[in-house]
């Protein structure tokens, strides 16, 4: 499966953005989607995550700000990102799992000025 992300970009603190992540490949109906975020001198950590279901997790600093979904019959899947805050900077990265395999899109940069 290829993954493309779009729609990271410059934002103001308190602004929104939504990310997209386009998938090819067959797998994607059945594959967990998620969204995974690396900030300068960190480690990569997990941000959302969505079965081929709907159901959505997230991780604690972004409930209630970030809403995690999926078109199926688009094989895309979001990230909608509000009330940012500059702690959220990062590169976000978005991944399908299936079969406790990893497969990874490149990289959207994600700045928020304070």
């Known amino acids: 499966v290829q993954l493309q992300a779009s729609g990271g970009g410059l934002v103001q603190a308190g602004g929104s953005l939504r990310l997209s992540c386009a998938a090819s490949?067959?797998?994607?109906?059945?594959?967990?989607m998620a969204w995974y975020r690396q900030a300068p001198g960190k480690q990569r950590e997990l941000v959302a995550t969505?079965?081929?279901?709907?159901?959505?997790n997230y991780e604690d600093s972004v409930t209630g700000r970030f809403t995690i979904s999926r078109d199926n019959a688009k094989n895309t899947v979001y990230l909608q990102m509000n009330s940012l805050k500059p702690e959220d900077t990062a590169v976000y990265y978005c991944?399908?799992?299936?079969?406790?395999?990893?497969?990874w899109g490149q990289g959207t940069l994600v700045t928020v000025s304070s």
């Open positions: 490949g067959s797998i994607f109906t059945i594959s967990v």
């Open positions: 969505i079965t081929s279901g709907g159901s959505a």
């Open positions: 991944a399908a799992v299936y079969r406790a395999v990893h497969y």
